[in-house]
């Protein structure tokens, strides 16, 4: 490409060679000294030749770096928008998990309290609102990557239809009397520890997604200096 060419040209002061008066020029010349071919099976093989052993082998390393370092700066993946999307989220609710046992501690608690029903403090009702959550935000995350139409997406949409439907039958009960308070504070906690987890969850699969669609560029022979000269009827370039 013409931002690995003038890259390299930078790298080994092309435009200082003779006849070289334009970045035109300058990539000409690299284009003659320069051969670069893919196989079938896979694999590239960059070739370099000049009347230097060490630039050659110099130069056809340099692309190797060059092509690691472009597809850094490329648009990151699928796998890397949402591992980065998931990040922000678990660090936000891990956040608001801290501060909702914060106000859970600080609640007084009576002994009735205590010995709590988990339906009536609401326990099941903060663990659907907290898996509604993380499934909107997965459906957020694959709506980077997935049409709406994609089996996995319906899929997704129809889990989180069948959690709210579930939600709605018990989502207007609401805590009264003296632990009201408690109870609410309770329901917040158990809200944000259910959501931490399956976001986390979510996390940790984005990471292992990425790892696994990352660019492969693996190094099978690293160039090294030629013990014999290139056999040619013309010398491509002198420098």
């Not at 850094?72 to 890397?80: F, G, H, K, P, S």
Request: charged fraction near 30%; glycine fraction near 6%; proline fraction near 3%.
């Amino acid at each position: 490409s013409r931002t690995i060419a003038d890259r390299m040209i930078d790298r080994f002061s092309l435009m200082d060679l003779p006849d070289v008066e334009i970045r035109e020029d300058a990539r000409d010349v690299l284009e003659k000294v320069t051969g670069i071919s893919a196989g079938r099976d896979g694999l590239i093989t960059i070739k370099v030749v000049s009347k230097i052993p060490r630039l050659s082998a110099a130069m056809a390393n340099a692309y190797v770096e060059e092509l690691s370092s472009l597809t850094d700066r490329l648009a990151v993946t699928e796998a890397q928008e949402r591992r980065q999307f998931l990040e922000k989220e678990v660090a936000k609710t891990k956040e608001n998990l801290a501060k909702a046992e914060i106000a859970l501690g600080g609640s007084g608690v009576s002994e009735n309290t205590l010995k709590f029903n988990p339906v009536t403090m609401g326990q099941g009702i903060a663990t659907l609102k907290a898996q509604i959550m993380a499934k909107e935000l997965q459906l957020t995350s694959m709506r980077g990557y997935l049409t709406e139409n994609s089996p996995s997406f319906r899929l997704a949409q129809q889990e989180l239809a069948a959690l709210r439907a579930q939600l709605g039958k018990y989502e207007n009960t609401q805590p009264a009397g003296k632990d009201a308070e408690y109870i609410n504070r309770y329901r917040e906690f158990k809200y944000q520890e259910v959501l931490f987890e399956q976001i986390s969850k979510q996390f940790e699969l984005a990471k292992i997604d990425e790892v696994r669609d990352g660019a492969v560029i693996q190094i099978v022979d690293v160039a090294v200096t030629p013990e014999r000269n290139e056999r040619m009827a013309k010398p491509l370039f002198a420098f």
